[in-house]
């Protein structure tokens, strides 16, 4: 049988033929409960899928958005209070962001319960309404294959359209999800982008992805720490949300760290300490975070080197002068020297280029430069 070529962005078909590949397996996997419907799905669907079958679950049977007790969401909610403040903000953006998309945004917690929601919901359209009360169980279990459950349970960003879906009930929704680690590297919940008899906009993906990590790392910003690295691979910006953030308490030990610190830094685990992870002593880190560029380069055990930017936790409190700075939890002064030491080293020490770059006059650069210490 030949299959549509598979889009290597979201791992679905070309537009005119998505519908009929999911079809089809549908009615291979679902129907004639056949082991595998390859290439004509993303794999992560496929488990799910026979995930729901193990538990039972039949995909014509109705669905029930069953919502727990008042007592077990006021429990809930309390148990998620660092979750649900560290996303506040970033769940207003996002909302703004999707306001005429015709999706809307859902936090749950690491079992799929409503947490939050944000955007442009439709209180009058019952598929929307239904999913959107807080306290709503959007599980796997729950509801069958969503990016809800299935982001929790494959523990990666997904993307869901239409019949993908394994109850019949829910082939009008489109949506994606990505999963939320905490500072010690446990699934905390998962954030969702929904919408009901939508186009699909693969781009969302990013979007969720991008704002998962926004969660993280305020999460693990509001984590009890005395120094803040932010790292990066030689030649990269910092003070993004690409930044690896690895907390270290007074002695050195990691108090916590964000998705990326664990894809990069080999051996991190909350616990551990830095002179396990680095090839300098931890006290150079903290000697970094008192000088005006608190930027250096550490050695991995692995022999890689990385860029590092040093924040001392009082430092973050009394910084915010600038949005962008207190954001990402950079003071303004820190991130201003890392950006002009970067901009020249990119211009192997040519000020005019640098100063090009950065979108300053040399005369400031030179200013700035003779102020460094």
Not at 173 to 196: R, S
Request: hydrophobic share 40%.
């Amino acid at each position: 049988m030949n299959h549509p070529t598979a889009n290597p962005l979201t791992g679905s078909h070309a537009p005119l033929a998505r519908a009929s590949a999911i079809a089809q397996a549908r009615q291979l996997v679902l129907l004639q409960r056949a082991p595998s419907a390859t290439g004509l799905t993303t794999p992560w669907v496929e488990r799910s899928w026979q995930r729901c079958l193990q538990l039972g679950l039949e995909p014509g049977q109705p669905v029930q958005f069953d919502i727990i007790s008042p007592h077990q969401r006021a429990q809930t909610q309390e148990a998620n209070q660092r979750l649900l403040q560290s996303a506040s903000k970033i769940m207003q953006g996002l909302g703004k962001a999707i306001a005429n998309t015709g999706y809307f945004a859902i936090l749950t917690n690491a079992q799929g319960i409503v947490l939050d929601t944000s955007g442009p919901i439709d209180q009058g359209d019952l598929r929307a309404s239904l999913i959107t009360r807080i306290g709503t169980d959007l599980s796997e279990r729950a509801i069958g294959t969503s990016a809800i459950g299935t982001a929790l349970a494959e523990q990666q960003a997904v993307w869901l359209h239409r019949g993908e879906h394994f109850f019949q009930d829910n082939t009008h929704y489109t949506c994606a999800g990505a999963p939320l680690f905490d500072p010690q590297g446990q699934c905390a919940g998962m954030l969702d982008l929904t919408g009901v008899d939508v186009p699909e906009r693969t781009e969302l993906k990013h979007l969720v992805m991008q704002s998962a990590a926004q969660i993280e790392n305020a999460l693990v910003l509001a984590t009890k720490h005395q120094l803040m690295l932010r790292l990066n691979w030689p030649g990269h910006g910092l003070g993004s949300t690409a930044d690896a953030l690895l907390g270290l308490d007074d002695n050195g030990f990691v108090s916590g760290a964000n998705s990326v610190a664990r894809q990069i830094v080999p051996g991190l685990a909350a616990g551990v300490h830095a002179n396990e992870l680095f090839g300098l002593p931890y006290q150079a880190l903290f000697d970094a975070a008192q000088r005006s560029d608190a930027t250096l380069d550490v050695a991995l055990r692995n022999g890689l080197r990385l860029r590092a930017l040093a924040t001392r936790r009082s430092q973050q409190a009394a910084s915010g002068v600038a949005a962008s700075s207190a954001a990402s939890g950079v003071p303004i002064r820190q991130m201003q020297a890392s950006m002009i030491r970067q901009a020249m080293e990119q211009a192997g020490g040519n000020v005019a280029e640098a100063a090009q770059a950065l979108g300053i006059s040399r005369a400031t650069l030179y200013r700035k430069l003779e102020h460094k210490d």
